[in-house]
């Protein structure tokens, strides 16, 4: 069975989804195989999608019931093997540099562009035992680094047990221990100083605050707080809680009513932010949600335009921050090995997996898990060079 995990928050990830399926198809059925497609797409328009692709064998949206119930099925039976030759090897699995925990899961804080409430509901806590649960397993099969993930990971608490303070020191106290700590998705407004000394105490110094815009008239028709002088104190607060923070943010051009003005606010945000990356979307109306119904949309090429001078706002910007890394020591954590005279691909601590820039490491016989200790010498764009085994005071 061939699984495609779907998305269904923009558009341009349902676009996508729906061509893996029609990929998968062609692969899976050509070699007798079934397509499962699950997830978030599949649980918002699972009936639009089962009468437009007939030839997908399973539709599964949050609920892996069915999914589960058909992979028993199918591993119970004898079928397989001899109506298909011999045996197809599996390859070798890789142990894990990086693990994700969810730690909640929904949001109830109804930001008027946004579709996740209308798939999965309401906030919901995943319960501490669970996550640690989770977090041994992780760690017992090679991970060095937990990353924490959800819509809202800053409100994470669970009543009669604690909050992210309780839930990072007991992750940090595990055997073995996390070499890395990471969260992801810490709303603004739940970054206050005591999680702030708890991140300085456990985790590294990475913080991603979704803050979508600068304008606080923009950020009102958004359902959201603040405004970018108040964005610009969150900021200050964090470096001086984490010093040589990384920050990753996100940012929406052409929202409804939008003008010229709200948009050049954003700039001159950005450029004195002093982040050290950002996602940066074109506004995207999505059926369901309240901004899709507000008056002042603008037009498409428009957003898209803007979307674009921010996206170059930002790359300059960072360009700044990772230039500034040059000479520091750095901690790499490996993803891809080298021998002798090769180059390893890995992160630094100010690298998210996945979604950030790499650091390349010459000099080094390294294998992947491994850490090395290196001295930044250079960066193209987001990704950093190092030369290992010197550190620099």
Same mark, same amino acid.
């Given at each position: ?13 349902? *676009? ?9 198809? !062609?692969? &899976? ?49 004898? $079928? ?34 946004? &579709? ?13 035992? *669970?996550?640690? @649960? ?10 060095? *680094?937990? =990353? ?9 608490? %669970? ?19 996390? #070499? ?8 603004? !407004?739940?970054?206050? $100083? ?6 300085? @105490?456990?985790? =590294? ?6 803050? %979508? ?37 996100? #940012? ?12 050049? $606010? ?19 109306? %999505? ?19 803007? &979307?674009a001078q921010l996206g170059e706002a930002v790359d300059d910007v960072a360009a700044g921050f990772w230039r500034a890394l040059v000479g520091r020591s750095l901690d790499v954590l490996i993803e891809r090995g080298a021998k002798a005279g090769g180059v390893a691909v890995g992160r630094c601590a100010l690298q998210a997996p996945d979604i950030d820039g790499r650091t ?34």
């Amino acid at each position: 069975m061939v699984i495609v995990n779907t998305c269904g928050f923009i558009d341009a990830a349902k *676009e996508e989804s729906i061509a893996a399926i029609l990929a998968a198809v !062609d692969f &899976a059925h050509e070699r007798g195989a079934r397509v499962a497609a699950v997830g978030c797409l599949v649980e918002r328009y699972r009936d639009e999608l089962a009468a437009e692709l007939p030839e997908v064998d399973l539709w599964c949206g949050l609920d892996a019931t069915p999914l589960l119930a058909a992979l028993r099925e199918a591993g119970s039976g004898e $079928e397989g093997a001899e109506g298909h030759g011999a045996a197809v090897p599996l390859p070798r699995r890789l142990r894990p540099v990086a693990s994700y925990l969810k730690i909640s899961d929904g949001c109830d804080r109804r930001c008027a562009y946004c &579709a996740i409430p209308l798939i999965k509901g309401d906030y919901e806590t995943v319960a501490a035992a *669970e996550i640690l @649960r989770g977090a041994r397993a992780a760690l017992a099969a090679g991970a060095k *680094e937990l =990353v924490l993930v959800g819509q809202d990971t800053s409100r994470w608490a %669970q009543p009669g047990w604690g909050g992210l303070e309780r839930l990072l020191a007991e992750l940090k106290a595990l055997e073995p221990a996390p #070499f890395w700590l990471r969260l992801l998705y810490l709303q603004p !407004d739940g970054i206050d $100083e005591a999680l702030l000394e708890a991140l300085s @105490r456990h985790s =590294v110094p990475y913080v991603d605050v979704p803050l %979508q815009h600068a304008s606080g008239a923009v950020l009102r028709r958004m359902k959201r707080r603040g405004d970018g002088a108040l964005h610009l104190d969150l900021l200050a607060r964090v470096r001086a809680a984490l010093p040589g923070v990384a920050v990753r943010s996100t #940012f929406i051009a052409g929202f409804p009513g939008e003008t010229d003005e709200d948009f050049d $606010e954003l700039l001159a945000f950005v450029r004195e932010a002093g982040l050290a990356v950002a996602g940066v979307f074109p506004y995207d109306a %999505q059926e369901g949600t309240p901004a899709a119904t507000l008056p002042g949309q603008v037009p498409a090429a428009l957003a898209f335009a803007r &979307a674009a001078q921010l996206g170059e706002a930002v790359d300059d910007v960072a360009a700044g921050f990772w230039r500034a890394l040059v000479g520091r020591s750095l901690d790499v954590l490996i993803e891809r090995g080298a021998k002798a005279g090769g180059v390893a691909v890995g992160r630094c601590a100010l690298q998210a997996p996945d979604i950030d820039g790499r650091t390349l490491v010459r000099g080094a016989v390294v294998r992947r898990g491994q850490v090395v200790g290196a001295v930044a010498s250079g960066s193209v764009g987001y990704d950093v060079e190092a030369d290992a085994g010197r550190r620099n005071p």
